[in-house]
């Protein structure tokens, strides 16, 4: 896992620099797809492992009623924003210009932005715990810098390094591999309903506003919300109930 982590995101550099053309796209569309398989694996982790579902089923407010609350929320923000009902106005990166109460949809993309660089920042502390290395009340803070620079350098690096390490962890982790990676290879392609259009002369970004809005606000704020959630429930091998289930194949 180590190696894993240290080293899936060198290959993007390297492809970068190297493809053009047609080949970009490919690769385009790999990271998309990774990025939507990470989003969905710990989800899709917790409810394949026979140990962890039982764990959610004896706790369905937690489990199942905060996340469906919170997808819920996200997605009807999105919706309301996309049909005009907020003040949000359609522009060159008008999602992440907030301009008050009455415009939702930047003041959830910001929440969002800060939640997700807590999230690569706690990745990379947990994989240096499940390594071993332990650098005691210095280890979260320096992982948060440590993330910080690091996506100041090389952010699609770094993202497609967080994307495959949390995949590999899901599989790894999970009893039941090959339902694991059926259930991620079937839901990833719903990436591609809000993705950017790639072709070979480059990324045609789709101008955020209508569907591609309710769609892009769902991806990030209702399943990319209820994935910190899940990704925190699973990979916190302080509980007891996840060292019981989930942390017994990772710490074996």
């Not at 003041?107 to 969002?112: A, M, N, P, T």
């Not at 591999?177 to 970004?205: D, Q």
Request: charged share 10%; proline share 6%.
């Amino acid at each position: 896992m180590l190696w894993l982590w240290l080293l899936s995101g060198a290959p993007v550099g390297i492809a970068l620099a190297c493809l053009s053309g047609s080949a970009l796209v490919i690769c385009f569309t790999i990271m998309l797809l990774l990025d939507t398989a990470h989003s969905l694996s710990p989800i899709v982790l917790a409810w394949t492992h026979a140990g962890f579902r039982r764990v959610m089923i004896d706790n369905p407010q937690k489990y199942v009623v905060l996340p469906s609350v919170i997808f819920l929320v996200g997605a009807s923000i999105s919706i309301a924003t996309a049909l005009g009902w907020t003040a949000y106005v359609p522009g060159p990166r008008q999602y992440a210009h907030a301009t008050g109460w009455d415009n939702p949809f930047p003041i959830l993309f910001g929440v969002y932005f800060a939640w997700n660089f807590y999230h690569f920042s706690m990745q990379n502390y947990g994989v240096l715990r499940l390594c071993g290395a332990d650098l005691g009340r210095w280890g979260k803070p320096l992982a948060l810098m440590g993330t910080a620079l690091a996506i100041k350098i090389m952010p699609l690096a770094v993202s497609v390094n967080h994307w495959i390490t949390d995949i590999g962890l899901s599989w790894r982790a999970s009893r039941r591999s090959w339902m694991f990676a059926f259930g991620l290879l079937m839901l990833s392609p719903v990436a591609f309903l809000w993705s950017p259009i790639p072709v070979p002369e480059g990324i045609i970004l789709r101008r955020m506003e209508g569907a591609v809005i309710a769609l892009y606000g769902i991806r990030l704020f209702g399943l990319g919300f209820v994935h910190f959630l899940y990704s925190r429930w699973v990979w916190k091998l302080s509980d007891p109930q996840v060292r019981a289930t989930i942390g017994r194949g990772l710490l074996a």
